[in-house]
């Protein structure tokens, strides 16, 4: 089990990287990842977790992702974006949204979601992110039943739009390290 929630954050996108666009894994192809990996045993670790909940399904000597597993990988992996607005044309994205507080499991899944696609927070329930939402956004949105709630927006002047080009490049700059 991980020792704390940075270091599941970080199994999660390490076994994300792995499972995210395979069919199956064999098991010498599994040993191979693992030995290349510095925390391998919590790695196995979390690999049975998965197994357990329904995430990957094991069949024989090999792993393969379920449907609900690829949907998992999915938020860890940030989508290639050729649609990107940059900043430098003076286009910020937001969201905002209003999700009851009987969805909060909705509502900080999406956060993350929104933060793993390079959003930050602008106000509590309000995100800016330097492009357009991401399919995978808009799929999450649509399957939780969160559209009545959620509200995009393509804003061209933002006030201290100063300070927000900052956090962006604080926040890239830790995505990074």
Known sequence: MAKTARDAYRDARV??????????????????????????????????????????????????????????????????????????????????FDIPVKRTTARVALTRLLRARGFIPFQRSVWAGPHQLAADVWEFIVDHDLAAFCAPMIVEIVEGGDSLKRRFARARAHRNH
């Open 15 to 96: 076994l994300a990287e792995f499972f995210h666009d395979v069919v199956t894994v064999g098991a010498d192809e599994l040993e191979k990842f693992l030995e290349r990996q510095e925390k391998r045993r919590y790695l196995r670790k979390s690999i049975q977790r998965l197994v357990a909940r329904g995430f990957l399904r094991k069949e024989g000597a090999t792993l393969a992702p379920t449907a609900r597993g690829h949907a998992l990988f999915r938020r860890y992996i940030p989508p290639p974006s050729p649609n990107m607005t940059p900043i430098s044309q003076g286009k910020w994205h937001f969201i905002s």
